[in-house]
């Protein structure tokens, strides 16, 4: 089901949390909602989802107005960043419970309610653990249990809010894995919020990045990543390194540019390879893991990042202190008044 | 291999533990212990020994006496009208502190904390006030021959004033720390307000319930100056036990003013067991998380 979101403005006190959102999403794909945190990005799935009412504007579910639609009515799914299990129920209970709280006339037979509940167990690949509490489980079942409680009711839509922001490192990027495989399966429209880019990078078909209330750019993740907008897009998606310069122009006389260029975009060499070297020297070096991280200053006393391989870092065999050439090979160049 | 364990065991003989020395722990366990003793434990002997000073026989026929049993009979009812009236209060109330946001919110908080800062003989004085003859409901109420105050239905309003906070006061931290998200996710699963609430937030406060339920039972019963004042003080019609306590003692009938005190030392020695495994229960519920 496709979602079209129009003109969608909400304010919390003197606080603008969205301001005049449009977008659309395209039936059966997989969206992330990317930004800082108070960017508005779990605002908007809290008001597709009908969680919150919005100030101004509408939604609209497969070209139906959803906007004064009770959540109850809406059906979508929702997962939660801290679960939200029930935890006076079972697993079996939680998954149950949408299919259970029915009306009479609508509600399937207590069979064919038990057989849906395995089957989405099976699902999530928790079968096993349909008797359990949800303190018996660890962080990832739950958040798998809250998505099969999700899938019960066969919703239209599947809105996920940080869903695996509580988990550590390792489960998460288990779990994202899994997410896509699931979606690639299921094929429902979802959407899920994310403040972590590599997860949005990963897991979306496409994704939206959002900043103070409004969107600053939508796209697939190699556009987002290869084509950014502006230069916040570019800054959150990656580690950038500034350099400002200006621009002359006949008519205003001079414009100040500021040329962001990515840390992994930077080489850097023993000898000046063209007019693009710049001299620096090494203040710090930071190994993280494959990749080593150098910071360096310019001539003129900027600070710059450099991302290297483990392989090139030890090739070159740098030393704290030491002076060096910079290149920048791939530069943006954006002429606007922008502060990070 | 012995050496580097000797220093080891050498650096760590109990000079890093962080906690006071045992002289001190011991004083101030003692100290704790014997203060409870002195003002809880010996009180509490005291009402069962002189209760019993004059054996088992003495004890019950002051309890069958025909102006406690009333007594009793009229605490009970008084209890068993204020406590469900509290409950489905304080449910209410604190359902809505909890869970939703709105106007004049921090307004009925600081109403519901009022019977707790006001002295209980003010909390009698106001409906003497209101509903007394010289009161501004006074005459309307005698013109239609209804009896409120030095009546059964103003001693059950005072306790109701008295005892409103208990059950409230409980469940909003409690609701308050479960915070929204099961009722939320029940709502997006297609569930119903009501059944949002008996299927997910009643089993989550089910043990707080309880525990201000009990609390808020033992303060009914034993409620002593807010029900003083409305009573009137008649024998075998507006006593309750605790103020039948006190006129059996004026009267120097100490076994009897005993014996009847001694069933509300035993209605507290429930309520502390009661109570005891409620918090534990509620402790339990919110670590679930």
Redesign the interface.
Known sequence: MSIEIENIGKQFGSFTALDDINLSIPSGELVALLGPSGSGKTTLLRII???ETPDSGRIIFNGEDTTDRH????K???V?Q?Y?????MTVFDNVA??LN??PRDSRPSKSAIKEKVMELLRLVQLEGMAKR???QLSGGQRQRI?LA??L??EPQVLLLDEPFGALDAQVRAELRRWLRRLHDEIHVTSVFVTHDQEEALEVADRIVVMNKGRIEQAGTPDQVYEHPANPFVLNFLGNVNLFHGRIPQPAQGERKTVSYVRSHDIDIDRSQQDSSSLSAEIRHIQKLGPSVRVTLTLASGEPIEAELTRDAFQNLGLQQGEQVYVRPRQVRVFVEDYQI | MAAPTTTYTGKNNGNHRITEPAPVRWLLTAIALAFLALFLALPLAAVFSQAFAKGWETYLAALWEPDTLSSVKLTLITAAVAVPLNLVFGVIASWAIAKFTFPGKNLLITLIDLPFSVSPVISGLIYVLIFGRQGWLGPWLDAHDIKIVFAVPGIILATIFVTFPFIARELIPLMEAQGKDEEEAALVLGASGLQTFLRVTLPNIKWGIIYGVILCNARAMGEFGAVSVVSGHIRGSTNTVPLHVEILYNEYNYTAAFAVASLLALLALVTLVVKTVAEWKVQQQLERE
């Open positions: 989802a009908g969680l959540v109850r009515e809406r979508v799914g929702f939660f801290h939200a299990l029930f935890k006076h419970f949408g709280v029915r509490y949800p303190s809250a409680r999700a019960a009711v």
